[in-house]
């Protein structure tokens, strides 16, 4: 029997969470919710869906869906995912996971309640070059991780558009900024490549204090736009982050990292993707070149979509999506999961300690 999948938001969850969960084996998508009924009813027709919904909680408690795709301000989606664990339901959740650290261990405590799979919607570590990436440094191919820097730095506000949909990141109390949206996703992904962090010093504040629109009207946001972050990890290694959505002329995506025996970089101009995202290696004695990134790591048999495939982050992300559909079948785990979603929050917790105290945290401290 098909898993039967409900999603929740005909924005981004139709525009690239449904190709993607269409894309895999053993699951249906039946129902789209948004707000309004008159909205449900137009996306469900517009999308060939069988069911609409207008409330999140009563698609939660519908027996004839298995998992809830979570899209939504964090604010608003924290009691959705809330309701969804209640009724023993697998969730895909948006990231940031949660609006803020209460709402993060409320949401741990009922996913360890329910026995249900949890996955969220940070797929770097199934992006091609990050994948690599991963393999080399596992083969040694820098030696030990010595030092690096990591950016996520975009340019969403500096020319702000009337019809950007993300226009609400303005407002405080939706449990977003940078560091939290931006940063979350590069948190993930240097968890991923490099371990468990031990403690962190961070500045976090808002450096554009108008969003000037053509029209000479303005939005005066009330949430931070850069943050820059000290991460010294249980291994030893030290790296700097630095997160804006308020970079002029944006550098994008950079991880790079050296070891003893040399160096690797993973960039993209801006949000990363299958294409996009590009590795470069070298050692010492060498110089930088770029890496070829083998066809394992940009197909999968049982995806009917690949790297080149639109909208681009459809193939990663039915990745993610096919490994929590294995690990509801037991054969499996899902990535990134709501155990490592905790540890994100409190690596955004600990900024937030930091920054407000002007002083290093311990991550053992965050409770």
Known sequence: MPLRVGIVSAAWGAFAHLPAWRAIAGVEVTAICTSREETARAAADRL??????WNAEQMCADPDI????????PSVRLPMVLAALAHGKHVY??????PDWTGAKAIDAAWRGSGAVGVVDAFAQWLPAHRQMKAMLDAGHVGTPLGGTCHFNLSLFNAPNRQFPYNWFAQAGQGVSAVRNNGSHALYMLRHLFGPIAELVADDRRILEQWRF?????????????ANVILR????????????WSMALHDGWVIDVFGE????????PTFPTARDC???????GGALEDVAIPDSFRTAPDIMLDWQSEPQPSFPMALSMRAMVEAIRSRGQGAPDFAE????????????LSSGERRWVKLADVL
């Open 341 to 352: 979603a905790l540890e994100i929050e409190r690596l955004q917790e600990a900024i937030r």
């Open 48 to 53: 060939g869906l069988p069911r609409a919904f």
């Open 214 to 226: 053509p029209d000479g009207d303005s939005i005066t946001p009330q949430t931070n736009d850069l």
């Open 233 to 244: 990890f249980e291994s030893g290694l030290v790296l700097q982050m630095q997160i804006s």
């Open 66 to 73: 298995d998992i809830v795709d979570l899209g939504t301000r």
């Open 261 to 268: 025996k040399g160096r690797l970089i993973a960039s993209s």
């Open 93 to 98: 959740n948006a990231s940031p996971h949660a």
């Open 278 to 284: 590009l590795l470069r290696v070298g050692q010492i």
